[in-house]
């Protein structure tokens, strides 16, 4: 009997690893969505198993959801990508971008609701806390701001990741800073004000696969926030800073790449 009991605790815990690892795979996804986009990038929408993926993440939420909204925004942006190239994809970037900070759709955190440079720097420097907590240091190779969109999904993704390492390897106690982090991130940081970048880098992009990526983002988010029982203010349109341009120095806004984050 004792070693049957173990079986079933060793079949829960890989059934909950498997969903943080799935979990963990939406953020890196979306952070790659919302980068330029490159064959590099975005090669996760080209795989053969991206379906059995879609299944396996919709049953991450079962307990929450129906993940009828959920299916249909995973299902629109694998028809966008694949009725487009990324030639097409790099026009559209750029047009929905631009070549200096939109005041449209702000990549950056810290244009929604910091309403002074020095408030701006203080949110950047408790971004990058979070971070550091965890390791994570500037990449030498290629460098964005630590509240670039990008850069904040591909930190949910390791701490996912982390979490699902720690399970299976450490025990509770660091399983449970991995989950405690994500919970305050999302609190303070991702889950503020990416709901409202969604909204409004969906209407810059009027159509096509930015339009299915916003889309994704925010039902995705709606789902992770609640299933993580976070409670936060999320930001609406009238606390979105059209004057907030990066007044700092280089050296205070920039931080880590999301493609390259490198470990201490």
């Known amino acids: 009997m004792e070693a049957d009991r173990n079986s079933l605790l060793d079949q829960e815990v890989a059934s909950r690893v498997d969903s943080l690892l799935t979990r963990s795979s939406m ?15 975005l090669s996760v929408l080209k795989t053969p198993e991206i379906q059995e993926y879609q299944k396996a993440l ?25 009725a487009t190239s990324i030639e097409i994809l790099q026009s559209e970037y750029q047009r929905i971008v631009g070549h200096t900070m939109s005041k449209e759709c702000p990549l950056y955190e810290t ?3 910091a309403s002074q440079v020095f408030q701006q720097v203080q949110e950047l420097g408790d971004i990058q806390g979070f971070y550091r ?25 390791f701490l996912l990741y982390k979490q699902a390492y720690a399970m299976e390897n450490h025990g509770d106690e660091k399983t449970q800073i991995c989950v405690d982090a994500q919970k305050k991130f999302l609190k303070e940081h991702i889950g503020k004000w990416v709901p409202l ?14 339009r299915a990526v916003s889309a994704l983002t925010k039902e995705f988010l709606r789902l992770e926030i609640k299933l993580m029982g976070v409670k936060t203010e999320i930001y609406k349109e009238s606390d979105l800073n059209q004057e ?18 490198s470990e201490e």
């Open 27 to 41: 953020y890196q996804v979306l952070s790659a969505c919302f980068l330029y986009p490159t064959e590099k990038n």
């Open 58 to 82: 919709v049953l991450c939420y079962e307990s929450i959801d129906d993940g009828v909204e959920l299916n249909r925004c995973f299902g629109e942006i694998q028809e966008a990508f694949a």
């Open 111 to 113: 244009q929604y609701g």
């Open 133 to 157: 907590a965890f390791g994570l240091d500037t990449s030498e190779i290629e460098k964005e701001r630590c509240d670039h969109v990008s850069v904040e999904l591909e930190f949910m993704h």
């Open 197 to 210: 970048f969604s909204v409004l880098f969906a209407r810059k992009a009027g159509e096509g696969f930015y």
């Open 244 to 261: 907030a341009v990066a007044g700092a120095s280089d050296e205070c806004l920039s931080c880590a790449s999301s493609e390259d984050f």
